[in-house]
């Protein structure tokens, strides 16, 4: 290909990749800057009526989703319409998550505290009472997004890592929203510098909070719902060296609609002559208290964090899950490897190290 073809590819390609940020970005702006205007009753339907569209557009995310569900609860929940609907349910809870973290930005402090009731709150204060901060962790699970808006209306200093989106101007804008309901962000790159923040962050006793389900590319390889996974070292590293107390912390939809904030009781970090080893047993022990919440409210994960690595090959996991429907006269392109979709709008705002 000619040279000034590629380049004017590559321009094309610039072009195209700014203006999906600048859509992106006037398209949050418009819309939190509509919602004091929209009965929430009505924001809610139309969440659901997009969540719905999305489902049957988005196909690639919704058969990646059933592709984990399948490789890691396949045994126990075997009913394929059972396994779709779980699937449905996670992602319409994703929907609303977006919903309620736009909405608090209106919100006045005795709303925010109204709308997340919090259980284990002691533990949270005997740990800050340490005066060696607090590292949250924590899954996509639930109202995520809302533990922060949460625990900085209450009084509490709170940080967050996050996996900035590349568009420097569209990661300014949410840190600024995030900011103006109380949470500082912590950019997780550069490496070094998070790591500086997040130390900084410790040390004037704040709360920083770690997403740490994402196990794709971790340096720790851990068991996660009977699979082999590579998980992220971070937070084990951090309570090792810093003294940090770790708290799980779950925002969860309950049955009537209302969401509570679960603290639970600090988990102790392995203390181990090796610090390897130490963080290999720390970590596998923050894995199966986030294991255990994924069990426990499987239909608000959003099962997308899960490696492809030790696991049946694609066209197998087709062929099962095909077989368990009774058959289909859809044909799905199985014999062609697998690719990792790309940058999803779930991805712009991980909270994740």
Same mark, same amino acid.
């Given at each position: 290909?000619?040279?000034?073809?590629?380049?004017?590819?590559?321009?094309?390609?610039?072009?195209?990749?700014?203006?999906?940020?600048?859509?992106?970005?006037?398209?949050?702006?418009?819309?939190?800057?509509?919602?004091?205007?929209?009965?929430?009753?009505?924001?809610?339907?139309?969440?659901?009526?997009?969540?719905?569209?999305?489902?049957?557009?988005?196909?690639?995310?919704?058969?990646?989703?059933?592709?984990?569900?399948?490789?890691?609860?396949?045994?126990?929940?075997?009913?394929?319409?059972?396994?779709?609907?779980?699937?449905?349910?996670?992602?319409?809870?994703?929907?609303?998550?977006?919903?309620?973290?736009?909405?608090?930005?209106?919100?006045?402090?005795?709303?925010?505290?109204?709308?997340?009731?919090?259980?284990?709150?002691?533990?949270?204060?005997?740990?800050?009472?340490? !005066?060696?901060?607090? $590292? #949250? *962790?924590?899954?996509?699970?639930?109202?995520?997004? +809302?533990?922060?808006? =949460?625990? &900085?209306?209450?009084?509490?200093?709170?940080?967050?890592?996050?996996?900035?989106?590349?568009?420097?101007?569209?990661?300014?804008?949410?840190?600024?929203?995030?900011?103006?309901?109380?949470?500082?962000?912590?950019?997780?790159?550069?490496?070094?510098?998070?790591?500086?923040?997040?130390?900084?962050?410790?040390?004037?006793?704040?709360?920083?909070?770690?997403?740490?389900?994402?196990?794709?590319?971790?340096?720790?390889?851990?068991?996660?719902?009977?699979?082999?996974?590579?998980?992220?070292? !971070?937070?084990?590293? $951090? #309570? *090792?060296?810093?003294?940090?107390?770790?708290?799980? +912390?779950?925002?969860? =939809?309950? &049955?009537?609609?209302?969401?509570?904030?679960?603290?639970?009781?600090?988990?102790?970090?392995?203390?181990?002559?090796?610090?390897?080893?130490?963080?290999?047993?720390?970590?596998?022990?923050?894995?199966?208290?986030?294991?255990?919440?994924?069990?426990?409210?499987?239909?608000?994960?959003?099962?997308?964090?899960?490696?492809?690595?030790?696991?049946?090959?694609?066209?197998?996991?087709?062929?099962?899950?095909?077989?368990?429907?009774?058959?289909?006269?859809?044909?799905?392109?199985?014999?062609?490897?697998?690719?990792?979709?790309?940058?999803?709008?779930?991805?712009?705002?991980?909270?994740?190290?």
């Amino acid at each position: 290909m000619p040279l000034r073809r590629k380049k004017k590819r590559s321009r094309l390609a610039q072009f195209s990749y700014a203006l999906r940020y600048r859509v992106g970005e006037y398209a949050v702006r418009g819309f939190i800057a509509a919602l004091p205007l929209i009965p929430y009753g009505l924001l809610l339907r139309f969440t659901n009526l997009l969540a719905w569209v999305a489902f049957g557009f988005l196909r690639t995310y919704r058969t990646r989703m059933e592709e984990n569900l399948v490789a890691a609860l396949g045994q126990e929940i075997r009913a394929p319409n059972e396994r779709k609907a779980l699937v449905w349910r996670a992602w319409k809870n994703f929907a609303r998550g977006v919903l309620d973290t736009t909405a608090v930005m209106h919100f006045s402090r005795e709303e925010i505290l109204a709308t997340v009731a919090v259980e284990g709150e002691k533990h949270l204060e005997r740990a800050l009472g340490k !005066g060696r901060g607090v $590292l #949250a *962790l924590s899954a996509h699970l639930g109202s995520f997004t +809302m533990i922060g808006a =949460r625990l &900085a209306a209450g009084g509490y200093p709170f940080s967050v890592v996050v996996k900035h989106p590349k568009d420097r101007r569209f990661a300014q804008l949410i840190d600024e929203y995030r900011a103006q309901i109380g949470i500082r962000t912590i950019s997780a790159k550069p490496r070094r510098e998070a790591v500086r923040g997040i130390l900084k962050a410790l040390r004037e006793n704040r709360i920083v909070m770690m997403i740490a389900d994402e196990f794709k590319s971790g340096d720790v390889m851990v068991d996660f719902l009977g699979l082999r996974a590579p998980a992220p070292r !971070g937070p084990a590293t $951090l #309570a *090792l060296r810093t003294g940090a107390m770790t708290l799980p +912390m779950f925002a969860t =939809r309950q &049955a009537d609609d209302s969401v509570v904030l679960t603290i639970g009781e600090a988990i102790e970090p392995v203390q181990l002559p090796d610090l390897e080893a130490s963080v290999t047993a720390t970590t596998a022990l923050y894995t199966a208290c986030l294991e255990a919440a994924v069990r426990r409210y499987p239909d608000q994960w959003n099962w997308l964090g899960l490696p492809r690595e030790d696991r049946i090959s694609r066209h197998e996991l087709w062929r099962r899950i095909r077989a368990q429907r009774g058959g289909g006269k859809r044909r799905h392109r199985a014999t062609t490897q697998a690719k990792s979709p790309g940058e999803s709008p779930a991805d712009h705002n991980k909270e994740v190290f």
